[in-house]
């Protein structure tokens, strides 16, 4: 049996004493990005990516170890534990293959089976599966038991029916097999429940809907599941395509049979046996494994929507910054009035306004006169205007504002609101803001989210910022785990500056967590900026490893020393000094020298603990101290006169802002107040298997309206400008409203099962050639 340690490096295609190295410093309570970025010799540079990958898996690891050593307790205390069955439980790879052999010892209600057993029917039983050439009924004769409630020979052969059902449906191995048959072989249908189709329209897509377990994609399988959990659709499981032919045994009860040593040769219990293999898959197996079956879709899905959500929301808090210049917000309204906030190049408040610029007040020039007012006075920048309702209509107003008023040089940008709601009513924001109205929270946050979103974003739920697919069905525990890791990654992969940062972002750096972090505000607002990295040792419950883990995360722009404003480690300072020593020059002449820095080989300041990556990684750093991953900022320009979905018109060439993707292509903003959808077919004229490896929420593309659907409120668009405006024939691919290849029809797929007919020789053979098991030799142990 492999360790733990070897299988996490077998399946990361590594060696096993990096893993080890790397659970060793997990366990120690070190982060991902703090061994990712400065254990690199520790682990072999093991990278973030396969530091979060083995981070999930050892959780998973250990969690099937601790079930496994309480299944072989409880067997052992029954004193059923043989060596064989210990063996097959401490070699299972899997939880589903550590319940599958616990199943027949797991403590149960009585079941019919073990009332029958308390009978003695077991005997009947043994006897009727070992010796086919019995006759069951007279068989049974000799077990009938008044005093047991055994009236009858047909009373005992239910009970020894019942004990055969119970042990065809507890072998494990004949449950991994069929699982693995039905994944392979079996369909998901869906239909519409009567009277529906108006309520679940947007279902309609899976009105009539079937395909292969194998080829369902996630963003699919998580509608369909909707659409049943909102009492719209009727899912249901087709075992075989041709499970409706006359005579049909199916394979999955030739599989039981054949594992059982049960064969139709005209003895007189054969048939007998047979019915009770068909009663075995109809009453216990079936509903089972297609249980399983449901949940093994579920969880394929949920594991392909999180990584999705997890995507975006990394591209989104990576997404490029403005910088630090003067900004206003603008969240727009019609009744209530646009909500106006100015910041300045740090984020901080000066000045907020409520303006009412449509209906009902249709205030238009007063309020373009009091935006020009505010921009002189706080010398604005950027305008953000969040993209929720009025927006286009705001958007225009902004432009106006630019148009007439040049002297200003404005730029306006559209900005993702998605959450700012959720902020404005936080206990954060009124920690933050105290004295601002929640209207007007908004707008600041529109506006500081366009100066740095991920310093903004932290402090909202990534939950709440929208950029999933089918979020809210999703495991919270699983969603939660994953977000988080992605916020701790993109927030330690840029840096923060110690003495701007607000308490949530410096939560999210490595080490610190919440208390901590408040504690750093609160020595700062209480003794001024950090001059250096070592005066965080002051903070109340910074201790060693807090700092270990946290500093090099941490920069301190303009302080007493230079290094503090970089990525490198204080326990690596003495790497920096040599390299000072080795060129004759000093800290502030050598930062940015790229031209000296290039030409030193890193071999030359190694040591026992600081290796060539690490060195590297130093040297890096000196010629870009501080740098900034996040790509250049640019803004998208919507068309004029194009502001709601009734201007839309096949054909048109628009430019748009993608806001979330998706397993079946991307949203793109394109100014109308409903995002249009670029199906993962239109993204590229090569083949696209994942649409991320195309765009990424925040990039700008140009895309091409191909249809416009008012009534459902959806828009067809392809980043492909040579696809004809109209596609002939094909049918929408889910409720997103994306397009796919025709499907066949109901007249091309094999009628569901209508019930099975008697058994016979041949109808068996068929199924065990139609399983690939004609001619095997059961091995099975009978019980």
Known sequence: MLS??????????????????????????????????????????????????????????????????????????????????????????????????????????????????????????????GEPSRDPKETAAAFVNTDKDVATPEAALEGARAILVERFAENAELLGALRETYWQRGRLTSSVRDGKKTEGAKFADYFDFSEPLTKLPSHRILALFRGEKEEILDLRMEEDPASGEPNYVSLYEGRTALTFGIEDKGRPGDRWLMETVRWAWRTKLRFSIELDMKMRLWQAAEDEAVKVFAGNLRDLLLAAPAGTRPTLGLDPGYRTGVKVAVVDATGKVVATDTIYPHEPKRQWDESIASL?????????????????????????????????????????????????????????????????????RGAVSIARRLQDPLAELVKIDPKSIGVGQYQHDLAEYKLSRSL???????????????????????????????????????????????????????????????????????????????????????????????????TKSDIKVLIGNGGVLKKLSPESFTDEKFGVPTVKDILSELEKPGRDPRPEFKTATFMEGVEKIDDLKPGMMLEGVVTNVAAFGAFVDVGVHQDGLVHISALSDTFVKDPRSVVKPGDIVRVKVLEVDKARKRISLTMRMSDPVERKGGGRDDNHGSFQKPRPQNGDRKPPAQGHQASTGGALADALRRAGLNGAKDKSPRR
């Open 4 to 129: 733990i340690g070897q299988r996490i490096a077998n399946e990361l295609n590594v060696q096993e004493w990096q893993v080890k190295a790397a659970v060793d410093l997990l366990d120690g309570g070190a982060t991902v990005p703090f061994i990712a970025r400065y254990r690199k010799e520790v682990t072999g540079t093991l990278d973030d990516a396969q530091l979060r990958t083995l981070e999930e898996r050892l959780r998973y690891l250990r969690e099937l170890e601790d079930r496994r050593k309480t299944i072989l307790d409880s067997i052992r205390e029954q004193d059923k534990l043989t060596e064989e069955l210990a063996q097959q439980i401490n070699t299972a790879d899997t939880k589903a293959r550590l319940e599958d052999l616990y199943l027949p010892y797991k403590p149960k209600r009585r079941t019919k089976a073990q009332i029958a057993k308390e009978a003695g029917l077991e005997p009947l039983a043994d006897l009727l599966l």
């Open 372 to 440: 020009a007012r505010l921009c002189r006075l706080h010398k604005v920048e950027l305008v953000a205007i969040g993209n929720g309702t009025a927006s286009r209509e705001t958007d225009k107003l902004a432009g106006e504002l630019v148009s007439r008023h040049p002297d200003l040089k404005l730029t306006k940008i559209m900005v993702s609101e998605a959450g700012a709601s959720v902020y404005s009513a936080s206990a954060y924001a009124s920690q933050e803001l105290p004295d601002l109205d929640v209207s007007l």
């Open 484 to 582: 988080d890791a992605v916020v701790e990654d993109c927030v330690n992969a840029v840096g923060v500056d110690l003495n701007t940062a607000s308490a949530p972002l410096l939560a999210r750096v490595s080490g610190l967590g919440e208390w901590v972090a408040q504690n750093i505000v609160a020595h700062r607002d209480a003794n001024g900026p950090f001059k250096t990295r070592k005066a965080l040792t002051k903070v109340s419950g910074l201790g060693p490893k807090t700092f270990e883990q946290a500093a090099g995360f941490l920069r301190i722009p303009n302080g007493d020393d230079p290094l503090d404003a970089s990525g490198v480690h204080p326990e690596a300072y003495p790497v920096v000094r040599r390299i000072i020593e080795a």
